[in-house]
């Protein structure tokens, strides 16, 4: 079965610096993988997604992501945090072994702090 | 347009008591889920319905009941609600594709508080 681990609870960044959010899988077949992103009292919302087509995804509002097959890794990264990406992100892995269902990650919560 | 709605979006009641939270998609999918996310945000799916099937049911209690009276539809309803189960509850819908990947689209989430 598949599985995602999410390597930081917690990230704190400041306004202008660069974002990185940690996330390695686990899979048995070919993976699909994404990032959505929850802001406080919100629903989830895709940020990107990874199907096997470029390795370097982008996403919404700068947000980008590279898997690494080597590494097992899907990092989401930003050149420059913004106060408004201050939110709960969460990387999710999908594939065939069990109806592609969704698996996400515990999440990181990430601060921005001005 | 809503793609994927969610009513009620709060929800406070008494422990033992009976409840219901609907949860409607207008994509024209075929596959719905309901999650949970607890108070440390980790979301973990519950059901997931394809055609009108139960097809994951994660070890959920039984006092937990998927009812789909229609492709577009897909409720879930609690008996005696107990102080545990407070927490957001997502609902999803998603096409499936044989031997593709399946992103869902999410509902904006309903927080049942258990007193």
């Known amino acids: 079965a598949q599985s995602v681990t999410q390597l930081d609870s917690h990230v704190s960044v400041s306004e202008g610096t660069p974002v990185l959010l940690r996330c390695n899988y686990s899979?048995?077949?070919?993976?699909?993988l994404f990032w959505y992103v929850q802001h406080p009292n919100k629903g989830l919302q895709l940020l990107l997604k990874?199907?096997?087509?470029?390795?370097l995804v982008k996403g919404i509002n700068g947000f980008e992501a590279e898997f690494k097959k080597s590494e097992t890794s899907f990092h989401l990264t930003k050149p420059s945090a913004h106060m408004s990406d201050a939110a709960e992100y969460f990387c999710?892995?999908?594939?065939?072994?069990?109806?592609?269902?969704?698996?996400f990650g515990a999440g990181t919560r990430l601060t921005v702090k001005p | 347009d809503t793609a994927v709605s969610q009513t009620p979006k709060y929800l406070v009641t008494q422990m033992g008591n009976d409840k219901s939270i609907k949860c409607e998609q207008n994509l024209g999918h075929d596959t719905m889920y309901w999650y949970k996310q607890d108070s440390k945000k980790f979301l973990k799916i519950m059901f997931s319905y394809n055609n009108k099937e139960l097809i994951i049911n994660e070890t959920v209690p039984n006092r937990f009941s998927p009812k789909s009276p229609d492709k577009a539809h897909l409720n879930l309803h609690i008996n005696s609600l107990e102080l545990g189960d407070s927490a957001v509850y997502f609902c999803?819908?998603?096409?499936?594709?044989?031997?593709?990947?399946?992103?869902?689209?999410f509902g904006p989430g309903t927080r049942l508080t258990v007193l």
């Open positions: 990874y199907t096997s087509a470029a390795t």
């Open positions: 999803a819908s998603s096409q499936f594709l044989a031997g593709g990947y399946n992103e869902q689209f």
């Open positions: 899979s048995s077949y070919s993976p699909s």
């Open positions: 999710v892995v999908s594939d065939q072994s069990n109806n592609n269902d969704m698996r």
